[in-house]
């Protein structure tokens, strides 16, 4: 059974930091392209990054682009979303997030998403 | 930046029959993918590649995309289909885009 399973998120002030963590199980995690997915209270969803299987390539949207980095142990089948100068608005669900890959390709649609781990962001 | 565009809400009475619209600009031209997502849980993939249902989804969920805009279609609606949906594109530009979601409310 695939499992991803989200850990360190909780609260911190305007211009923290924090690392949150993503453990995949249940499959071969080092063939898949990892993302983070975030939802703010009673909001949608919103892409946020994602990695290469072999961590060779990462993507960012605009809103955290130079604030959050992305990474992966593949050893570990953890993917990591490490988190600066945290804002209000930063406030969500962050969702670790499967693409859907069949040997070297990947589809662009997502196939399994952890439970998500709340970070809130408030003095 | 590409933008997907939902309804807030969509209302139907049990056993007939939801469409949920997303639309954005030439989306015939990109696959369309779409989650269900239930109160505190996390979302779940219900169609992908504008029509195709993952393993588990059952016969009464599809989707089209022949042009603006693309639909999801729930057939013989239950009452435990009541959740929010989102569409979902990947763009060159703008990566993964999810539409704003749509509260499908079953009356």
């Known amino acids: 059974e695939v499992q991803l399973v989200e850990s360190g998120g909780g609260l911190v002030q305007p211009g923290g930091s924090l690392r949150l963590s993503c453990e995949g199980s249940?499959?071969?995690?080092?063939?898949?392209?990892m993302h983070w997915v975030r939802q703010a209270p009673g909001k949608g969803l919103v892409w946020l990054s994602h990695?290469?299987?072999?961590?060779?390539?990462?993507k960012y949207a605009d809103s955290v682009k130079g604030r959050f980095t992305i990474s992966r142990d593949n050893a570990k089948n953890t993917v990591y979303l490490q988190m600066n100068s945290l804002r209000v608005e930063d406030t969500a669900v962050y969702y670790c997030?499967?693409?859907?890959?069949?040997?070297?390709?990947?589809?662009?649609?997502?196939?399994?998403w952890g439970q998500g781990t709340l970070v809130t962001v408030s003095s | 930046s590409y933008v997907l565009t939902q309804p807030p809400s969509v209302s139907v009475a049990p056993g007939q029959t939801a469409r949920i619209p997303c639309g954005g600009n030439?989306?015939?031209?990109?696959?369309v993918h779409w989650y269900q997502q239930k109160p505190g849980q996390a979302p779940v993939l219900v169609v992908y590649d504008d029509s195709d249902r993952p393993s588990g989804i059952p016969e009464r969920f599809s989707g089209s995309n022949s042009g603006n805009p693309a639909t999801l279609t729930i057939t013989r609606v239950e009452v435990g289909d009541e959740a929010d949906y989102y569409c979902?594109?990947?763009?060159?530009?703008?990566?993964?885009?999810f539409g704003g979601g749509t509260r499908l409310n079953v009356l």
């Open positions: 249940g499959f071969s995690f080092r063939s898949y392209w």
């Open positions: 030439n989306i015939g031209s990109n696959s």
């Open positions: 990695i290469y299987s072999d961590g060779s390539v990462t």
């Open positions: 979902q594109v990947w763009d060159s530009s703008s990566q993964h885009v």
């Open positions: 997030v499967r693409e859907a890959c069949s040997g070297n390709s990947c589809f662009a649609y997502f196939d399994y």
